[in-house]
């Protein structure tokens, strides 16, 4: 594998289900993301891990949750969603700022396109 | 609340043209500097970074950026059909966060 690869790359789930995207980033990095990427609407910043720091953007309602084990994987666990939801997640990465400056470039996964029914 | 506006287009070029695109953003803080090309249905590809005043050359491409102005842009030389995508803009700060502009479409006719 190479790059950052994320699973599944499709889902479709009911309101009252719960279920978790995966992301696994190969390419030494320490800082993750998780945007968000609806219909012409700018990619959203929902979380970033970074050196097992978590900053996180207030507007993202509970019921996403983040989880972040070791610097290479990256969780996003969904509860109770609403179809407003329905979008596509996409998981990068980069090198901290704190080690690499500012020359830290980002590199996104495949992305899984989420339907909320 | 730190912006990245860019034009939504279409862009519409003739094939082997020069095609144009902008970028403002709103943070003087902003230190990193990145052009990205997102396919329909795909996720986006990082294609240019600049980090100081000037003009940065990679093959067709050449990304522009003058910090006192807050704007950056990227020029795409001899424009083929494949290069028909949306181009996001992306600002980093002085932490770990990226902010994104909406993109242009551009639309490159044979």
């Known amino acids: 594998e190479t790059g950052v690869t994320q699973t599944p790359r499709h889902l479709v789930m009911g309101m009252t289900n719960k279920k978790s995207l995966k992301c696994e980033q190969h390419?030494?990095?320490?800082?993750m993301y998780w945007y968000k990427q609806s219909a012409k609407k700018p990619l959203e910043l929902m979380f970033v891990?970074?050196?097992?720091?978590?900053?996180e953007n207030n507007s993202v309602p509970s019921r996403f949750s983040p989880e972040c084990p070791n610097s290479s994987h990256l969780f996003l666990h969904l509860h109770t969603l609403q179809p407003e939801d329905s979008a596509l997640y996409l998981c990068?990465?980069?090198?901290?700022?704190?080690?690499?400056?500012?020359?830290?470039?980002?590199?996104f996964g495949p992305g899984t396109r989420l339907t909320v029914l | 609340q730190k912006e990245v506006e860019q034009n939504s287009g279409p862009l519409s070029v003739p094939e082997g043209a020069i095609a144009s695109l902008n970028c403002t953003y709103s943070?003087?803080?902003?230190?990193?500097f990145f052009w990205y090309r997102q396919y329909s249905g795909k996720s986006p590809e990082l294609i240019m970074s600049?980090?100081?005043?000037g003009d940065k050359e990679d093959g067709r491409f050449t990304a522009q950026l003058n910090k006192a102005s807050q704007y950056v842009s990227l020029l795409i030389r001899d424009s083929q059909p494949s290069d028909s995508a949306t181009y996001l803009c992306?600002?980093?700060?002085?932490?770990?966060?990226?902010?994104f502009g909406s993109g242009t479409k551009l639309n490159v006719k044979p």
């Open positions: 990068a990465s980069s090198q901290d700022r704190r080690l690499a400056g500012p020359y830290n470039e980002q590199f």
């Open positions: 390419l030494g990095h320490n800082a």
């Open positions: 891990y970074s050196l097992e720091e978590r900053v």
């Open positions: 943070d003087r803080g902003s230190q990193s």
């Open positions: 600049i980090y100081s005043n």
């Open positions: 992306a600002v980093k700060d002085g932490f770990n966060k990226f902010y």
